[in-house]
């Protein structure tokens, strides 16, 4: 069977298991990558040496963790091939991913929040920076929420995060008051919670990502905002209020503790800093 279409069998099977649209799309710019180099040769006449000859090239481009990526994204096509039975072995299951240093994640501070927060001038606008900071949810998640997800009477929705997993998160106060503004002045008929100013219709990543960017610029703030940012400041202030790593790594859909426990080392770091500052 060629490359391409070992990569379409993989890819509607993996459709069909719970793959997130957003997983799907990074594979199918890696599986274009792969058939590119090798010319859609058969797939099962691909040796360990090959790819490795292919991933050290790689290597000369990418950082580590996109190199991992890649390598991730190569150890599930062909542990999916051998386990189907298309190939009699795995030649990547002896190939392992670059060690790649934690970064700690960029987050704001509560003042520059509240410039942001200023910097908002529409319903639209105040209502979409409250819930993506108060909830901490994902851009992917928020775009695909509804409005007959949102339980009105102790602030909380359910969202669906990877892997196609639901859970409920929660807003405050003031996310309540802008949100229900905001969807109570809307005259359109569009189930999403948030859509379109022109035309209205379900907005996109890249569309709230413009959003966002779009307050940032007027809020002044010396550095480069995106929404992962309002995450990662979701997670930090939730650390440094006092909340347990547990119940940080349940509200923010983290399936490994050791994705969490990166914001612990950050609190730590601020905790020196204020020692050093105030001593």
């Not at 994902?138 to 997993?165: F, H, M, P, T």
């Not at 002045?185 to 959003?211: C, G, L, W």
């Not at 859909?253 to 080392?265: M, N, P, W």
């Amino acid at each position: 069977m060629l490359l391409s279409k070992t990569w379409e069998k993989y890819e509607s099977d993996k459709r069909i298991e719970g793959f997130s649209p957003l997983t799907l799309k990074a594979y199918r710019l890696q599986a274009t990558l792969l058939i590119r180099y090798f010319n859609d040769i058969e797939f099962g006449t691909l040796t360990t040496d090959q790819l490795k000859c292919y991933l050290s090239k790689s290597s000369e481009q990418l950082k580590p963790s996109s190199l991992a990526h890649r390598i991730r994204f190569m150890k599930s096509l062909f542990r999916w091939s051998h386990e189907e039975g298309h190939i009699p072995k795995n030649p990547t299951s002896k190939i392992r991913e670059p060690k790649v240093g934690k970064r700690i994640p960029k987050f704001l501070t509560e003042r520059e929040i509240e410039h942001l927060r200023e910097a908002c001038l529409t319903l639209m606008e105040k209502a979409l920076f409250e819930f993506m900071y108060s909830t901490g949810c994902r851009i992917g998640e928020i775009v695909s929420l509804e409005k007959n997800c949102i339980n009105w009477s102790d602030r909380s929705a359910i969202a669906r995060g990877k892997g196609d997993k639901e859970r409920e998160v929660y807003f405050n106060i003031r996310c309540d008051i802008w949100l229900r503004r905001y969807i109570d002045n809307r005259t359109d008929k569009d189930p999403s919670i948030f859509v379109t100013e022109r035309y209205p219709h379900r907005m996109s990543i890249a569309q709230m990502r413009y959003v966002i960017k779009r307050i940032s610029s007027r809020a002044g703030i010396n550095k480069e905002i995106h929404p992962h940012q309002l995450r990662h400041s979701y997670a930090t202030h939730l650390l440094n209020n006092g909340a347990p790593l547990e119940v940080i790594q349940s509200l923010m859909g983290h399936e490994k503790s050791e994705t969490t426990r990166i914001y612990a080392q950050l609190s730590g770091r601020l905790r020196k800093e204020f020692y050093q500052k105030y001593f």
